[in-house]
Each structure stands twice: as structure tokens, then as C-alpha cells.
């Protein structure tokens, strides 16, 4: 049993986390949240205040804090008594929170891979360059570390799992589709932190197929999917997290990411980036100024929270796995669908941000139980799909299957 | 009669400046070149050596010069005893190097309109916000002030009062078409300065109609133009210096400027507006840093004097004028067409810098022999066209007719 729960971070995941661990605080104690800037975390605990999204009376307490900085985090942590960290900062600070961690011993949960500024896209599988490093470390100090339990990367590792456990017996192939078909309005924006999405798509497009890891370029691979709500999509292979996972623990199987994409928005990043504004390196202007293009471009971005009280429209992210079950070729896609008006009304943000935040609380709160705390490092896929899956039914992530028996809820009681 | 020239600014169009100063430095005198940064005119007048351009041996000295500091530009002037400076710096230091002139008495002679840097397109007519409120003061001192005296403005001007004097009566409307259907093979790029390009687009279209100024946003108004040598091409009304004074000089004419666009520019150019990136107004960084993203946007682009080698294909900039002569409708093209590289292998420039570079030599050795010493201030339209026109012809820049007596080159003997 770990109780308390520190957040870091305060953006538009972070305001999900806030909220969600406000509805279950009678369980996870103690909460507060630290950011590089306080005045963040106190716009984000008002909102939680305001909507009266504590379940029971308890603390929500903001602090200011560079998560760079171990010794900082470590403090903080003993200082307030965490027993949980929730890690939604930016991908920058993850190594340096996991040290806190493993150095305090409180539980570490995290959404996203860690990267170094002035780095993109390193060699596969991603996981090695920094996470796994520290298993070792995590297990002689007994910490349980949640690697990547936001939605994708986290509830598509689970879908996958839940797949090779009940649907399929011999996994050939996981494809994880994210398809955002809501709208913001707005020229052009980003999901979320335009810094760490154009990264994403920057760099070499890594997959895993034939036992082997491909390289292709961002939009090379392209095909239209047709999904449960948002209907034909165009989706393309794109690198992501959970790829780097699920391919060390599902080697037999190709394991590929599609994500999503209008055409208005590859035209802007197709511009973008071939211009060289998308570069994480500095240029120099004519005034002798060394700038950052991307952190420019990232300026005159909308901010992705400021995106949420317009976005209306559904996203829908899931795992088409294939493979045989008594030696005949079966499929299932397991998928979730959430509604960015809905996820707006209930915590003030856009589904992105819902889809990316509801996870690692549901998390905590199966660390909080007990149930995941596991005293070790591990990528969700390792764990029991079906007490998460479970919590996330309740919590208003609720999980449907689409196979040859039809398309259905999943329920996990 | 004056001696002696002084060139200030050392990009793309100085380069051509400086190749054609030195074919006629026998009328000329001596040549001087001066620049922010030393350097780069060392490599203009290396260039000039190498293709051994000087018609007369004589000198070709370089000058450090912070051109926006009229005391040292005047001190220039007079240490090296030029009586005509040719501006073809950049478009912010105009104001300053007027003034020199005028405090010395040495002729002046630019080929765009002066500004601010933190203020884009400001009100009509844009010569009476500098360079007109300096016209007395050029009369009192006896001042030669040519303005805009390159390609357009400048040549297109001299075929607007060509016209009005040679071919059309009663002047109805001046329509400036400028289409470079070359290729210079890059993904993208601006043949001059990215930074005053981009200016010229992002602020209001104005033109003059029907006696009154009229606004436009930019690529609202397009129309396909059939034109000599390139043919079918789009272009768009824009924003141009010269509509700012033939208003003035042909008020009861409409006057219109129009630039050819290639759809992947406009793609470009609006997804970099849309976004805010070709903003010359500071946005900060998360980090803290002020940046003002069109100096970014700039710093991404290729250098324009970079294109040269590889560039191919041709220009056409001419005007269409309609009106009536002895009370019948008549309408005149009159144009030239200049091939990139024929341009490169002349002087080592591209097109674009050509005919913008020709031009103002031209206009020096008219003041150099007296028939353009006007001691005061004009745009070119207020000079007699024939003998720069007939001067062009023999320095690559021909004059061609297009109307009801066919398509033919124009002399000037």
C-alpha cells in the first residue's frame, strides 16, 4: 500500500492527472504538483477546486520545482511524504525524476519516452538508451517504475497484452492506430507540446517487422484504416514509444504505430520541416542571434491547453492485432473511443490530453492498491491487463473490441 | 559632370552593381564598395579581378561601413571622393545614406523604397513617408536624388512615361507585370533578401484605382497573363514601390503592380504567415528568448547569391498601358526578358539581381555624363526614358514592344 501522490508537470496532461487523482483521492492521500512554474500548478489545482473534484477533504498542494535537478526532486518527494510520483512533465526530465525515485524509494509512473533536448530519434530499441538502464537499479532498490502508462504509449501496451492473453493465441502482428478525428478550429495546432510532437515525426520512422527493425520516412507508409465511430482514415507509419516495448516482448510479432494525419497538417510539416524550421539545432540570424528553430516555431504555435474549450469530435486509439488461435488466422482490434467536448466538460481539457492523463492515475491508484506494485521496472505489457482496463471502464476510458463475434464493450469484472 | 562611385551594400544585386560599374569605370572613375561586412565586398571585387571587368585599369577599393550611421557614411564619401553613390544595401539604411548625401552633395541613386524594420507597409503613397520629406532639402543643396532606379522600380517606371510620351495619348491604366519563370532547383527560396520579400507580402495590397487607393489582401486578386518568351503565367496584385509614385505622376490612371506566383510559393508563403513565423514583431521562447521569427525564417533560407550557378530559365517584367490615342482605345506591352544564365555567366549572378543591378549603373553614368544630374529629388518617371532605355540596350537589359504593329525590340538612337 503507497499513499500520496506527486505530480509533475502542469500542463494539459498534468491538468487530467490533477483532476482524476482529485476524484480519487480517497484512495492516493495526499496529493500536490510541482512545475517549473508554480503559477501553473495553482491555475490547475483552482480548476479542480472549482469544479469541487475532491472526493473526500484532503491537501492539494503546489510547489515550484526544476525536475532536472534529482536532489530537488528527491527533497520534494521526502518533504511532502510521496509514496507516488506521476511524471507529466516535459520528455526532457524523465531520467532525472526516475533518479529521485530510486533514490527515495516512492513509485515512478511515467507517459512518455525520455529525450535529450538536442537529440531525436536514437537508436531502437528507444527503451535502452535511458529507462532500461535503471532497471537494475529499481529492482535492487525494490521501486516499482510504470514505464509509458499514459494511452499510447500504455493502454494500446495493455490492449496488446489483453489480445495475447485471451484473443490470439500466436501473435503475428500488433498495429496500434491513433486517429484523432476531432476539430480545434484553429489554422494549425498540436495536440500537445509542439516541441516534443514535431520530434516525434522529425526523425527516422522506426518499425518492427520480420524479427528485424525497419526504417522508412515519416508519410513513406500510408494506408486508410476504417474504424469503429470515426470511420476511413488515412493513417501513416509513424515511430512511437510503445513500438520499442512491445517488440522486446512480443519479438515474434511485427509491431507497427499508425498515426493519423489530414492532409492540411502534412503540408504544414511538410513545409516546416523542409524549410528547416523544425530543427532542434541552432541557426544563426543575420544579427548574430543563435535561435532554435523549433522552439520558434513552438512559440507562435497555439498552446495545446489553450486548444480545449472549442474541440469538438472523437478520437478513437486501438490495437488491431492479428495472428492464429487453434492454427486459424483470427483478428481483433481493441479500442477505445473519447469525446473532446466530454473530456472538457468533466476536467477542463481536450481528449488528447484525457487519453494521455486518465492512465497513469489509474496507475497509481492500482500501485496505490497494491495490485501493480510491482518493485520493479516494467512496460505496461508486463503487467495484468485486466484490473487497469477495468479501472479505465469507470474512469471514462472504456475499452470496446471489433472481432468476428461483432463490435462490443469489454467488461473486466 | 560627377565621378567617382560609391556602392554601398554587398549582396546579390551590389555583385551585378559592382560588374558593371567596373565595364564602364572610364566614365566612372574611380569605384569603391562598402559594406557591414568588409569581407564580403573583398569577394565582389575579387570576382570583378577575376573576370577582369574593369574596362580602364583603376581602382576598386572595400569599406568597412555601418551604413545607418550617416556621420561615417558622409565621412566615406568624402575621404574617397565620390560624387555618386548607388544604395543597394539593405532597404533600412535608405534614410541614412540620403542623407549623407545630402550633406555632402554627392549624388544619390537607390532601387527600393526605404523602411523601418518594425513597420511593414506603411500609408500611401510610401515615398512621401521618407524620401519625399527630403525633396527640399535636396533642392536647396542641389542634390541628384534618383529613386528606385532598378528594375521595378525603375525600368518599369521609364516604360510607364515611354508610353505615355511615345505611344498613348490619354494614359488609363499602367499594369506592372513581373514573372521570373526560372528555376533555381531548390525546395524553396527568395531571390533577394527572404526577410524584404516576405515584407512585401505580408501587409495590405495597395494600387491605385480609380483615383483612390485601394486594398487587397495578398493572392486575393490573381489573373493568368500571356505574356512574351514564358508564356502563360499567374500573378497576383501586390504591394510594389512604384505604383507609390506613378500615382502620383498618372493620378488619373489606375495603377496596378502584378507578381508571378508558382502555387507551391503561395503554400509556402501561407503556411508561414498563417502561422505567424513571417512576423517581424518578437515572440518569446519557453526558454526566455525574444526572437523575431522572420530573422528565423531568413536564417533557415538558402542566400539568394547562392542560386546563381544553378539557376535557368527567364525573366519578363514589363507594363501593359491602355488608353486612347486620337480618342481610340490602344494598349502597349512593353517588356524585357532576361535569361538567368546569360545573367550568371556575365557577372555572376542570378537573373533576378540582374536586373535590379543593371539599372542603377545606368542611371550613374547618365548622372556621370550630366543627362541625369537633375540636382533634386525624382522617381524615375519624371526623367526623360530614352537615353537610360537606349543605354540599357547595349548593357543586357533590351527593350522589347508588344502591340497592334507586332511584337519587335525598341531603339533609342
New interface residues.
Partial sequence: MKRNVLIIGAGGVAQVVAHKCAHHNDVLGDLHIASRTKAKCDAIVASVQEKAAMKVPGPFSTHQLDAMDSAAVAALIRDTGCQIVINVGSAFINKYVLEACIETGAAYIDTAIHEEPDKICETPPWYANYEWKRKEACREASVTAILGAGFDPGVVNAYARLAADDYVEEVESIDIVDINAGSHGK??ATNFDP?INFREFTGTVYAWQNGNWTENKMFEVGREWDLPVVGKQKAYMSGHDEIHSLAANYPQADVRFWMGFGDHYI??FT??K????L?EKP?????G?E???L???????PDPASLAPGYTGKTCIGDLVKGKTGGKPVEVFIYNVADHKDAYEEVGSQGISYTAGVPPVAAAILVAGGTWDTGTMVNVEELDPHPFLGLLNVMGLPTSIRDANGDRPLSFD
Same sequence: chains 1, 2.
Fill in positions: 489554422y494549425f516541441e503540408n504544414v513545409v516546416l523542409s524549410l528547416g524550421l530543427s541557426v544563426t540570424t543575420a544579427e542571434q535561435v532554435i528553430p522552439k520558434v516555431v513552438k512559440a507562435v504555435l
